[in-house]
């Protein structure tokens, strides 16, 4: 949902307010999720702000790659993409080690520590280079629709999220399920994770060679493929395999997602064009 608005505020030059609102929501809400006792709590702090933050913040981090890539745009994005693939991980590891030792509250202000410290360095280094333009179209910009390659990708791209995630999600549970240590299983997740960073970075490469969508169609439909085969692997060496191949395949969907869109026009509505079609997709 912020994406909706975070698009077009980086259209009409609002990015670095963004940039610094939502990484001090981000930090704040970190360290009030060490507070939580309720449910509800949890909800504000870990649901709700956390999520405008982040939403807003990555809808700063896409469009500006844009302003400074154009030959190798794909690698650039992919590479920006690897970012969630650090925290995801990186953040399970010490997380999981970390509450046993030093307790959930503090466990939860180091990670808020880790995260202003890259929030810091976001905030210094990150400009954007072109000036803002203020386009027709209004804050979502609904004509974009009648465009048949704009309409056809967003649904493609809603279908596919529906199923994407299903693997990395529940992949910890069923290795349980079939009988394996849960102090193995946990780090499935993490696995899938480092598998679709190396997933990011390659298809980003590939994709500035053979084009966004010749890369980005194989590697969804194989990543399809290993969710199909994942509910039949048992065993610890099974599940590592299929927790790297599908992380490397649904790696480049999430990192070239946005390309083909920032293809379809110039950079003046970039923000709103790249930004707003991912939420169009989260919210449908």
């Known amino acids: 949902m912020p994406g909706l608005f975070a698009g077009r505020l980086f259209d009409i030059?609002?990015?670095?307010?963004?940039?610094?609102?939502?990484?001090?929501?981000l930090v704040i809400a970190t360290f009030l999720v060490a507070e939580c006792h309720e449910f509800w709590q949890f909800m504000l702090a870990q649901g709700l702000a956390t999520g405008i933050a982040c939403g807003f913040i990555f809808g700063g981090a896409l469009p500006v790659t844009s302003h400074w890539f154009k030959k190798k745009r794909s690698t650039a994005f992919g590479l920006i993409a690897t970012g969630s693939s650090y925290g995801g991980?990186?953040?399970?590891?010490?997380?999981?080690?970390?509450?046993?030792?030093?307790?959930?509250?503090?466990?939860m202000r180091i990670l808020g520590f880790i995260i202003?410290?890259?929030?810091?360095?976001?905030n210094l280094l990150v400009r954007r280079r072109l000036p803002?333009?203020?386009?027709?179209?209004?804050?979502l910009n609904l004509a974009a629709f009648k465009s048949p390659p704009y309409s056809l990708y967003v649904a493609n791209a809603t279908i596919a999220f529906l199923g994407m995630y299903a693997c990395l999600t529940f992949i910890d549970v069923s290795a349980v399920n079939a009988g394996i240590s849960p102090d193995f299983s946990f780090y499935l997740v993490s696995?899938?994770?480092?598998?679709?960073?190396?997933?990011r970075v390659l298809s980003g490469i590939l994709s500035d060679k053979a084009?966004?969508?010749?890369?980005?169609?194989?590697?969804s439909v194989l990543a399809a493929v290993f969710t199909v085969i994942w509910p039949w692997c048992t065993t610890k060496g099974s599940?590592?395999?299929?927790?790297l191949l599908y992380g490397i395949s649904s790696g480049a969907f999430v990192g070239l997602l946005a390309v083909p869109v920032a293809q379809l026009g110039g950079t003046g509505d970039?923000?709103?064009?790249?930004?707003?079609?991912?939420?169009y997709t989260f919210v449908i």
């Open 239 to 243: 599940l590592i395999a299929i927790a």
């Open 211 to 219: 084009g966004s969508l010749n890369i980005l169609i194989p590697f």
């Open 270 to 279: 970039i923000g709103r064009r790249t930004v707003c079609r991912a939420s």
């Open 89 to 107: 991980t990186v953040f399970p590891i010490i997380t999981r080690n970390l509450i046993p030792r030093v307790g959930f509250p503090w466990t």
């Open 13 to 25: 030059g609002f990015f670095h307010p963004m940039l610094m609102s939502a990484s001090c929501l």
């Open 191 to 199: 696995l899938g994770n480092a598998g679709s960073g190396c997933g």
């Open 132 to 139: 803002p333009v203020n386009v027709a179209g209004g804050l």
């Open 116 to 122: 202003l410290g890259h929030l810091i360095l976001a």
